[in-house]
């Protein structure tokens, strides 16, 4: 089960590994916290957006093989200009979520499907979305609470990704890395690297049936994702990171199911 906080989370982080679970014979169910409704696109934020990014969400899934979508319903908390928890959020939005309620939904959907593993992030949130910290508490917990064997916290090896972006400004000089640079995990924390080359392609559709969020501004993070010429983008995207806080500190495992070393 891949937990994450809006669609078009699951594209940039885990697709690669989504799509080859399901190639294994995986039962693999998405799970976001809302549907989106406060993020950037060229249409006002709200319900309609909110639809569509949900559209784009099963599209995303069906590309990747799920067998189930899961949208437990809460309002995106949005970010406030510049980063952080925006004042003028909704009611019922997921940062303002009791963390044993949530938990207690999502643990109900980790019991009903049997769950073997779960995926939450880093606890920085990646780039820091509050939501996206808020998956961090709301997954482990739930974890907990259904006795799911391994949870994964999915990051991106900061590493690669800022030698990428680099890269990627000589062609994009609007691109804006400073986000980045204290963004998700260095490479020494990370217990997993799985390579995901193959499903490439999978993945590329993936970010592709997010349009809503690809489209219109060039700064976009998708967007420009998206225009990397195919050979970069195999090479910035051939590889997906987690962290295992039960494996030893060093691990250098393949697969999400790979037993860890004893510490
Ligand atoms: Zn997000």
């Not at 594209?11 to 809302?34: C, F, I, N, P, S």
């Not at 928890?85 to 949530?102: H, L, M, S």
């Not at 049936?209 to 060039?218: I, K, L, V, W, Y």
């Amino acid at each position: 089960m891949f937990f994450h906080a809006h669609p078009d989370d699951e594209a940039l982080l885990t697709a690669g590994t989504m799509a080859m679970l399901a190639a294994e014979g995986h039962r693999v169910v998405l799970v976001v916290a809302t549907s989106g409704e406060r993020g950037q696109a060229d249409v006002e934020p709200g319900e309609a957006l909110g639809a569509t990014r949900m559209a784009e969400l099963y599209a995303s899934a069906a590309a990747l093989g799920c067998a189930r979508v899961v949208n437990l319903g809460y309002a995106d908390s949005g970010l406030a200009p510049g980063g952080g928890v925006a004042d003028d959020r909704p009611d019922g939005a997921f940062i303002d979520a009791d963390v044993e309620e949530a938990a207690g939904r999502l643990a109900a959907v980790l019991t009903e499907e049997k769950a073997d593993l779960l995926t939450t992030y880093d606890p920085a949130g990646g780039y820091g979305h509050p939501d996206h910290v808020q998956v961090h508490r709301v997954g482990g917990r739930a974890a907990e609470i259904a006795g799911t064997a391994i949870v994964l916290e999915a990051t991106v090896n900061r590493d690669p990704l800022l030698r990428g972006l680099r890269l990627a400004r000589r062609f994009y000089p609007q691109l804006d890395i400073r986000a980045f640079e204290r963004a998700y995990s260095p490479g020494d924390v990370i217990t997993h690297r799985v390579a995901v080359r193959r499903f490439a392609r999978q993945k590329r559709a993936s970010m592709a049936a997010h349009a809503s969020q690809a489209t219109g501004a060039d700064t976009r993070t998708l967007g420009v994702m998206l225009k990397i010429p195919r050979p970069l983008y195999r090479l910035i995207f051939g590889t997906e990171w987690y962290v295992r806080r039960d494996a030893p500190l060093g691990s250098r495992l393949r697969h999400p199911f790979e037993v860890p070393p004893k510490g």
